[in-house]
T-cell receptor, first 115, second 114 residues
Framework: NAGVMQNPRHLVRRRGQEARLRCSPM?????VYWYRQLPEEGLKFMVY????????ESGMPKERFSAEFPKEGPSILRIQQVVRGDSAAYFC?????????????FGDGTRLSIL | EDQVTQSPEALRLQEGESSSLNCSYTVSGLRGLFWYRQDPGKGPEFLFTLYSAGEEKEKERLKATLTKKESFLHITAPKPEDSATYLCAVLMRGKSGGYQKVTFGIGTKLQVIP
């Protein structure tokens, strides 16, 4: 009964490199959400995806950030040309359907550090 | 603007000393409210969902209540293992109306001392 799996747990990149964060939702879950958390700040919504569709990307910066959830495989959050300000914990959550009747369940996050 | 405010930011309790955490919100189209617990280095762990004013949910030493403007998480006779950050999140109608959007508060960091 695996939960939401995120990898890697820790990722170190140098400025200008690319970061790829992966999220495998819980079995039977087709809705994926990405959040960013900075120390002493709350979880900030970034993007909401269903299989092969981006439903809401209003919380994601328009430059350098992209997300996908392909028909097969995990959801990917991609950050190009990383900068120091991208250092944060990135959390993925999943749900079986829309959130009114079921909550999101979270993975343990990827901690991204930019040197 | 939709806002979710949690108070206090931090709370230190002696073991057995009951208290309450507050989550106040100003959102349009509230569909529900979630409480989560987050331990250091971990993702949030779901605790409760509340849908309407007057609703209450309980789990072990925790009880969550909801009014039209705020929610409380009551902790009765806490133990050191209850130490964590407690997050409140509101579920709102999405702009397109076809989905719901979640906004989190910053959380209350609870420390329970033996």
């Amino acid at each position: 009964n695996a939960g939401v799996m995120q990898n890697p747990r820790h990722l170190v990149r140098r400025r200008g490199q690319e970061a790829r964060l992966r999220c495998s939702p819980m079995k039977g879950h087709s809705h994926v959400y990405w959040y960013r958390q900075l120390p002493e700040e709350g979880l900030k919504f970034m993007v909401y995806l269903q299989k092969e569709n981006i439903i809401d990307e209003s919380g994601m910066p328009k430059e350098r950030f992209s997300a996908e959830f392909p028909k097969e495989g995990p959801s990917i959050l991609r950050i190009q040309q990383v900068v120091r300000g991208d250092s944060a914990a990135y959390f993925c959550a999943s749900s079986p359907g829309q959130l009114f009747n079921q909550p999101q369940h979270f993975g343990d996050g990827t901690r991204l550090s930019i040197l | 603007e939709d806002q979710v405010t949690q108070s206090p930011e931090a709370l230190r309790l002696q073991e057995g000393e009951s208290s309450s955490l507050n989550c106040s919100y100003t959102v349009s189209g509230l569909r529900g409210l979630f409480w989560y617990r987050q331990d250091p280095g971990k993702g949030p762990e779901f605790l409760f969902t509340l849908y309407s004013a007057g609703e209450e949910k309980e789990k072990e030493r925790l009880k969550a209540t909801l009014t039209k403007k705020e929610s409380f998480l009551h902790i009765t006779a806490p133990k050191p293992e209850d130490s964590a950050t407690y997050l409140c999140a509101v579920l709102m109608r999405g702009k397109s109306g076809g989905y719901q959007k979640v906004t989190f508060g910053i959380g209350t960091k609870l420390q329970v001392i033996p």
